[in-house]
């Protein structure tokens, strides 16, 4: 594993957290496309930003990169070498958001840009509700196709608390 990503079925997933706690098992840096994509208030960068940022990490020998932004997953998988997706229902992740708004009540996590304070508003909300189960499916069909495509990329699934625990734990490298 040197060139690694990180997706989730959702915000709420546990993405940034689990990024954290692999770059420190591997003495990986952890890249969170958060901090591309965003500029304080919350302001979007342009794409043409979004994308060199990516492609700067990309031409290292290693990386952790944490986050979905499917507009630009296809740029992220030409380099990969490993994918770990978690996925967890949609009322765990519904209330990890929930909580995280929380205890980042006036503060900037530190997988985000500086100077956009933890929020949470009902389009975020209606966005995680909507595309819960097209999300899923969609994954499954892409893992399917990199399967045949690309067999030796390496794809680990984790979808339950105790199989993301474990893999730490455990050590184990389960692909799926």
Known sequence: MERIMIMGVSAGVG???F???LGDMLDM???HLDTFYWRPDWVEAPLEDFLAAQQEVLTQDQWIMEGNYSHSIDLRLKHADTIFYLELPLHVCL???L???LINSGKTRPDMCEGCEEKLDWPFLKFIITTYHSRKKSMKNRFAEIRRNEPDKVI???DSKQKIEGYFLNGRNEQT
Do not use: E, M
Request: aromatic share 6%.
């Open 15 to 17: 993405k940034s957290t």
């Open 19 to 21: 990024a954290r706690r």
């Open 29 to 31: 840096d952890v890249h």
């Open 95 to 97: 209330y990890r958001v």
């Open 99 to 101: 909580k995280r708004r």
């Open 156 to 158: 680990v699934i984790l």
